[in-house]
């Protein structure tokens, strides 16, 4: 309490608005239960949880380890990878 709303935002490196938005649900209802992220209305994952974890750790690596030239993923060369593997 008492910093600035956008000193918070920078320090915590969240955009302003959505610090404001966080401040004013927590302000009308009083309590951080609503500030917990829910899921979202979107399509549900195809992947579990140990094929995300298997797939998480192959981008995290630069793609060069797996033979390409340069080190950015492309949706193509994650499917490539992950029908090799």
């Not at 915590?12 to 239960?33: M, P």
Request: with cysteine; aromatic share 12%; glycine share 6%.
């Amino acid at each position: 309490m008492g910093q600035p709303k956008t000193v918070v935002a920078l320090a915590y490196q969240v955009n302003y608005s959505t610090l404001y938005r966080w401040c004013r649900r927590y302000d009308k209802t009083k309590g951080f239960k609503t500030l917990e992220r829910i899921s979202g209305s979107g399509r549900p994952s195809i992947l579990d949880s140990t094929t995300r974890q298997k797939v998480m750790k192959v981008v995290l690596k630069p793609a060069s380890v797996f033979g390409y030239e340069t080190d950015f993923w492309t949706c193509r060369r994650l499917i490539q990878i992950t029908k090799k593997h």
